[in-house]
């Protein structure tokens, strides 16, 4: 599999319950962008996020043909989510990311994307955690301001 790179979206559903771990053991080769690392290290600075090791994530720096279609969303999208679209598009990586726009721009652009709930479905498909366990994370992520479009992961899993 090759590169996932997620957005704040993705990354802070996952720091606000303490479970940074899950993400990581769940999507081999995760990275983000400075964009996002500024966005997520500016909340925490807040008081918005705990205070969690984010250093285990690969950072990456845009080039300047990414930077180009950076400027291009960054009219539509935030900092975050256009510097993800710009790489993923460019590097042939997937996206993480629960911003419904987001999502539109990349998927037009045939970048594949999932989100907090792919994530949680790939950590038990995988066997990392429970379905149970899994229900109870996305229970204690909506109760933290997560929008799900689900309530259950047994809406998708049999």
Known sequence: MGKVIADATVISNYVLIKRLDLLQKAVA???????????????????????????????????????????????????????????????????LTDDLDARKYAQRFGVPVSGTIGVLVLAVSGKIISKEQGNRLLSEMIRMGFYSSIESLDEILS
């Open 29 to 95: 080769n995760l990275c983000t962008t400075r964009e996002v690392f500024e966005e997520l290290r500016f909340g925490v600075e807040r008081g918005i996020f705990p205070a969690s090791d984010l250093g285990q994530i690969e950072v990456l720096e845009m080039n300047s043909e990414e930077r180009k279609i950076f400027s291009k969303l960054a009219d539509t999208l935030g900092r975050g989510e256009s510097s993800c679209i710009a790489i993923a598009l460019t590097r042939g990586f997937k996206m």
